[in-house]
């Protein structure tokens, strides 16, 4: 899956780490409130379903004999409380408000759990975007994925949900069994036929 990003804010930042991370959730979008959800928070009770993050974990490596801070970009699990060092990993908040045209209390940062895959983060400054690409398969339904990201201070907030559009050979195989099915006629002799779609 290819997640893009596009806005001015892109074009100011000096790394991508620092951009906010993309939140998902594996049943879709359920935020809570109605539009424009101004006022709606990042819930961490599990009802709005986020449960994955895709960013850039920092990991402790030993390989050259000492203890190195090494960045890891993808996909991990989400926890809402983590107190292990390094304590970048912990799920970090905007602190935006009214006041400050930001919105208060959304995830922007971390969370990272167990890893889950790898992900490639690749910004793009001359064109303002920034983009996320990162398999799928680890997700029940890939065609029903709620989003999250935040920039830092919570001026700039995306929400939203996937919708899966079907493969043209997909599309080719249910319209020919609508077709089939527009053949079929009941039994002259009053024999019920049921067929569901």
């Known amino acids: 899956m290819t997640v893009q990003l596009v806005g001015s804010y892109f074009y100011y930042v000096g790394s991508p780490r620092n951009d906010g991370d993309l939140y998902l959730s594996s049943t879709g979008w359920k935020v809570s409130g109605s539009s424009h959800h101004r ?15 895709v960013g850039v974990k920092k990991v402790s490596d030993y390989s050259t004999g000492r203890r190195v801070i090494v960045d890891v970009p993808g996909v991990y699990k989400l926890v809402f409380a983590n107190t292990d060092p390094p304590f970048d990993n912990a799920l970090q908040y905007t602190n935006g408000g009214p006041s400050s045209g930001g919105r208060a209390l959304q995830a922007y940062r971390g969370g990272y759990g167990d890893f889950v895959e790898p992900a490639t983060l690749t910004p793009d400054y001359a064109h303002s975007m920034l983009t996320y690409t990162f398999d799928t398969s680890f997700l029940t339904n890939p065609g029903s994925i709620g989003f999250h990201w935040a920039m830092y201070c919570g001026n700039d907030v995306i929400e939203g949900q996937s919708h899966s559009v079907p493969e043209p050979g997909t599309l080719f195989l249910l319209c020919l069994g609508l077709a089939g099915l527009a053949g079929v006629k009941r039994d002259s002799r009053g024999n019920p036929c049921d067929f569901s779609v």
């Open 39 to 53: 006022t709606d928070t990042f819930m961490t009770d599990g009802s709005e379903g986020w449960d994955y993050v």
